[in-house]
Each structure stands twice: as C-alpha cells, then as structure tokens.
C-alpha cells in the first residue's frame, strides 16, 4: 500500500513560500506538474502484463502487451503511427534498372502482400491519417488504393522474385517460395519503424526539437523515398520542391499544398522503393479503479506517450498533485545520458522530455508546435524591400568559435521574432541569466562548425543537428530584462523575463513552425555546457555516439560513468578556483558569478552525485541499471503549473461532412 504523500510535501511547499500561508489556504500554485515522483523502468514485454495485474506499472511505453489475446478488465490504450511496411527494388541488378519493368512488378507484389493476413493497415501511400496533411493526400491515398483493386489478385501470375524480409512484420508476410537462397536478390521487404524515420532529422541538442515540419506526411515521404531514387532528373526537381517547401518560397497556402502533393508523386513514381501500409503502435494503461489508475492522458499522434507532452498532463487518479508514477518501457538503455548529443532511445527521449524543459514542444494532434518555456510574436516585411532590417547591434556567432560579433549595417531578414523568455532557476539553484540564453548559440556555431585551429572542437551530431538554424539565423539581440511579480493572497513571485529579437532569413505560413526553428532558449545552465565542451577537448568522451567510435573513447554520460564524473568532477573544482569564464561569455559573466556558478555545480554532484542539472520540472533523483527516478522541482521561479496543458486530454475532433 501507498503512503499519502500530501503532509510531507505540503509542509516542504509552504516553508519554500516566500511569505506567510495559512494553515487551511490551499498552495497560490503549485509549480511543475501532477506526480511528484516518475519511476521510469525497462519492463521485457512478457513481464509487463503481469506488473499491471499487480498495480506495479501504470503505463507500458513502446509496445502492444496484447496484440494476440484479451485486453484484460480496467486496460486502456493510445494509438499512434508505429511504422511503415515497405517494399525496396534492387536498383543495383540490371534486371531493376527499367521503371516500367519495377512498377510492374511492384503491382503484381503489392496485390500478394495485401491479401497476406497481418497486423498492419493495407495503405499504399506515404501519408497516413497520423500525420496532419492527410486530408491534402486524401484523394491521392485512395487512388493509389483503387490501383490494386477491391479484390486483390493473389495469383501474381508471372511473379518471380527473390525477396528478402527484414523485421518481424516483413518475415511473416513474404512466402517461403519467393525467398532467395543468399546469391542475389531482387527486391527487399522491410518494416521501418517511424521514429527511426526521423530519428536523423530530430534534433536532439538542449531544448531544441525540430526541425519545424518533423510531422508533416510529406516529410516523412521525403526521408522514407528520397534516398531510393535514382532518375537523376527526378532527383533534381525532388530536391527544388523540397528546398521550396522548407523555406517557405512560394505564394501561398494554395500552391504550397500543390508542391507538398507533388512532391509526394515524383518520390512514387519510379518504383525504387514503394509503400505497401503501415502499422499502429497500441500503447496500453491502466484506467481501472480509482485507487491504481491515471487519467488526463495527453499523447502525440506519431511518437505516442515518449514525448513531453504526456509527462505534463498525466496524474494519478487518487492524488490530485501528487503521487508516484510508474512507467513500463520496452527495450533497454542504449544510448548515454547527455543531453547535446545523448538521450536517442526510448528510454532516453522519456527521460528527457521530463527532465528538461524545451522552448517549444511539438503539438501533439497537429503539425505546429506548442508555446513551453518562450512566448513569440512574429513580423514579417516592414521594410521597403520587403525583408525586415536587422539592427547594426544584433550579434551573431562565428562560425568555427562562436564568438559573438556585430552583424553590422545593411543585412535584412525574411521575418523577426520577438521572444519573452520564462526564465526560471536550475536544479543546482542558480537562476538563468542571458548568459544561459545565448549560450546554445555560441556552442552550435563553435562545436557544429570545422575550423582548422580547434580540430577538437567538433562533432558531426552537432552540426547536423544545428544546421537548419545557421543557416536560418540572421541576428537575434537582447532588448531588455522584464521583471514581473505574481501576487497571491498567501504570496508574491517574482519573475526575471528576457526579451530577445530573433532575425530568420526565411519564414514559414505557420507561425508557430517559423518560431521553432531558433528559439532563444536553453534548459541547460551556460556552466555545464561549458564543462562538457571541456570534457570532450581533454578526451574525456565525445558528445556523440559516432565520434566517440571514431575517436574511441566514451560516449559522454553525465549520470552512469563514473570514471568520466570523476574527471568532471576535478574540472569543477579546479573552474570554481579560477572562476573561469569562457572567452565568448566576457562582459556577460563576472569572476564571481563564475565561481558562484561552478560552486553550486559542485554542491549538486556532491549531494545527487550526478551532473544532469535543468531548469525542467523533474530532477533526475536516483538510478540504477534499466530504471531512473525522477522528482518533481517544486521550485516557486518555475513558471508553469499543473493544468498549464490540460486542454490536450480531451482534442477537438474534426469530421468530413461534405466533399
């Protein structure tokens, strides 16, 4: 049985207040979200079943426990787009090389494989009704269903192939008779798992998640085909639709649906690799009795409940802020635990989303993207040219350093973003200053940037990560520091708020995918992004699991190594001595506020013993292997509350009425 956990931590909240409380008042707020305690642990799939049963788990994330048999009594579920089956033509073998020779036969094996019995949706077509622009493919989905007709011929009369099957999925459904004996082969049949799709595009580094149009059907068209094609002309107008699309050079919604459909078309219409359907991944929880179950479950259409906006909407059924939450999770841990270049596994990206605190999370019904921790206000062409001037005094990095520089006269923008940044402390108790706000620039342009005199101070995760908001960013300048002061009955709070001007050189109709590209924001302190950077130049690790391979030293883990904490550990020290303040931070740092920083840095590893410090509303709390604990940051700076997303529980639904 679960003890309450209502006196202990009423009392700890209301000695944090920073005035008086009554005794029988409720909280003026109550600062992060509704469990005060996330266990996160890997559950194998044939133990799962038998922890709900037992109240063990609440939620199992990544995997369908009853895909064969009886959902047992009080289980509930959400769907979400799990993969896609494909089928790939051996475009190497002189027999493929003909495009009418592979769509033929693409047909005859497209027919086989959807009478073939199996747990996907037969749909062939790239965009799915997961992805928010299917209703602009709509009629294109259904005629490349009627293609194969109502009755799909099972015969495939003249069909001979030598397939190969990759994943679970592929090797039910590819006949033992069409099977290759290892000599060659024509054509492949493969499972790609969605988020794997994407997974080279995400953008894993501090609080940013793009790029903007991550769950658009187009783009996944694009990472799903793009790379099969090789009509060289095809190639060249699939890259000119695409580079029109991502930087918004076109007239208006009208044409750019136009270009999203085409370009959907050319990536079909050489049969190199075609899509046969997709599956639907079934993530279950428990929504039984009052005592054992959780409501208010928000989730996102395509990455399911690994995303941040489940961990900010989720509470248990018998607390109403407060409880522990216990989450199943497939798999196990792969990847490190550091969040430029780390966090890439199931596992990891769960963690994440409730450790840290990005600028801007991906709404979980749509395409666009959802306000967290910056608010903004985009203007688009108030000069006479049709750009927006950027002032003489916006700074922007240098490539290879990140030495922050004048921008100077005569540069414009496609469009100017005014942010109001909701800066909070971190879990070591410092609070965030424009320092940490500028800070993931100078790093992206310094470590995502070759330059011949800092060969160690590069990572190719870095620049591909960083590379769409280089090349977007103009300019940005602080304007000024806002104070704001909420007042309570019981207290008052006081807010420091950073305006900051952001200059795009493109922007999107969207304007909540423009404001995602370069948001000013950093759910790291500038002193652990610094003591990682030294890290990785003394060869401590490497950020990234391929250069730590290439360079053969560790993949960098703020949490688990304890060899490469030790080294940490000594750089502190030694930076709290000097109070050491990297060049590109002078004149925004003083030596005091540098060794304040790194004294309370060391403070925090010396009582969690670990580095993974945020200004998210989890902290990581304790760990061992296969589970993490995490614990509510009840901190009265923290500017967002439970309910801050509880509209997304319950989304507006949309019906076809007429066409």
């Known amino acids: 049985m679960r003890r309450k956990a209502f006196p202990l931590l009423g009392l700890i909240l209301t000695s944090l207040l920073p005035t008086r409380a009554g005794a029988d008042h409720p909280l003026p707020f109550t600062p992060s979200y509704y469990p005060h305690e996330i266990r996160i642990q890997t559950v194998d799939p044939s133990a799962a079943a038998k922890l709900f049963a037992t109240h063990s ?4 994330v990544g995997g369908d426990l009853w895909a064969r048999g009886e959902v047992p009594a009080g289980m509930n579920h959400v769907d979400s787009l799990g993969s896609y089956l494909a089928v790939t033509f051996n475009t190497g073998s002189k027999a493929w090389g003909d495009r009418h020779t592979r769509c033929d036969s693409a047909g005859k094996l497209v027919r086989v494989l959807a009478t073939e019995q199996g747990p996907y949706i037969f749909s062939p077509y790239p965009v799915t009704p997961f992805h928010m622009d299917y209703l602009q493919h709509f009629d294109l989905a259904e005629s490349a269903k009627r293609q194969y007709g109502s009755r799909p011929d099972q015969s495939a009369s003249g069909l001979s192939l030598k397939v190969r099957s990759r994943g679970k999925l592929a090797e039910k459904l590819v006949p033992l008779d069409w099977r290759g004996n290892g000599q060659g082969w024509d054509a492949t049949v493969e499972e790609i798992d969605a988020q794997d799709l994407v997974s080279s595009a995400r953008i894993s580094l501090n609080g940013w998640l793009g790029p903007p149009w991550i769950k ?29 699309l991502v930087t918004g050079a076109y007239g208006g919604e009208a044409e ?3 270009l999203e459909r085409r370009l959907v078309s050319l990536l079909l219409g050489g049969c190199e690799r075609i899509v046969v359907g997709y599956t639907v991944k079934r993530e279950y929880f428990n929504d039984s009795d009052y005592a054992e179950g959780i409501e208010n479950i928000a989730y996102d259409s395509q990455a399911g409940f690994a995303s941040p906006i489940f961990i900010r909407t989720v509470k248990l059924k018998d607390y109403l802020w407060n409880g522990w939450l216990r989450l199943g999770v497939a798999g196990k841990h792969r990847a490190a635990w550091n969040p430029l270049s780390g966090f890439t596994d199931v596992q990891g990206r769960l ?40 002032p003489r005094d916006a700074l922007i990095p240098e490539p290879g350093t990140g030495a922050l520089r004048l921008v100077g006269e005569g540069r414009t923008a496609k469009a100017k973003v005014v942010y109001r940044v909701l800066a909070s402390a971190f879990h ?26 800092n060969r160690n101070e590069y990572d190719p995760s870095v620049e591909s990560s960083t590379a769409l908001m280089r090349d977007w960013l ?45 948001p000013p924001w950093s759910t790291l302190p500038w002193h652990l992004i610094v003591l990682m950077e030294e890290a990785v130049k003394r060869g401590v690790a490497a950020f990234s699991r391929e250069e730590a391979e290439r360079r053969g030293i560790g993949w960098l883990d703020l949490v688990r190594d304890r060899k490469a904490k030790e080294r940490l550990a000594s750089l502190v020290k030694d930076f709290a001595r000097q109070g050491y303040v990297p060049s590109s931070l002078k004149g925004l740092v003083t030596v005091a506020e540098s060794r304040a920083r790194w004294a309370a840095l ?26 993490a604990v995490l614990q509510a940051f009840r901190d009265f700076t923290y500017p967002l509350t439970m309910g801050a997303f509880d509209w997304y529980p319950v989304p507006r639904k949309a019906y076809v009425s007429t066409a």
């Open 57 to 60: 788990i609440h939620a199992y």
């Open 216 to 244: 658009e059907g187009w783009f996944h068209a694009y990472l799903l085909l793009a790379r099969s094609v090789t009509d060289e002309s095809a190639k060249r107008d699939i890259d000119a639709l695409y580079q029109r």
């Open 256 to 258: 750019q649906l136009t």
């Open 351 to 390: 963690i994440w989303s409730a450790v840290s605190d990005p600028a801007v999370i991906p709404a979980p019904y749509s395409a666009s993207w959802v306000a967290n921790r910056v608010t903004a206000t985009l203007a688009t062409g108030d000069s006479p040219s049709g750009g927006v001037e950027v």
């Open 428 to 453: 070591d108790t410092t609070r965030m200053t424009v320092a940490d706000v500028l800070y993931p620039f100078i790093f992206s342009y310094r470590w995502g940037v070759r330059h011949p005199q």
């Open 474 to 518: 103009q300019g940005l300048r602080v304007v000024r520091v806002e104070t704001e002061v909420k007042r309570f009955e019981e207290a008052n709070v006081t807010y420091q708020v950073p305006v900051v001007e952001v200059y795009l050189k493109y922007a999107l109709p969207d304007a909540q995918q423009t404001t995602a590209v370069a």
């Open 602 to 627: 060391r403070r925090f590893y010396e009582k969690h013993g670990h580095f993974l410090v945020t200004n998210g509303p989890y902290r990581l709390d304790r760990w061992s292997e296969g589970s």
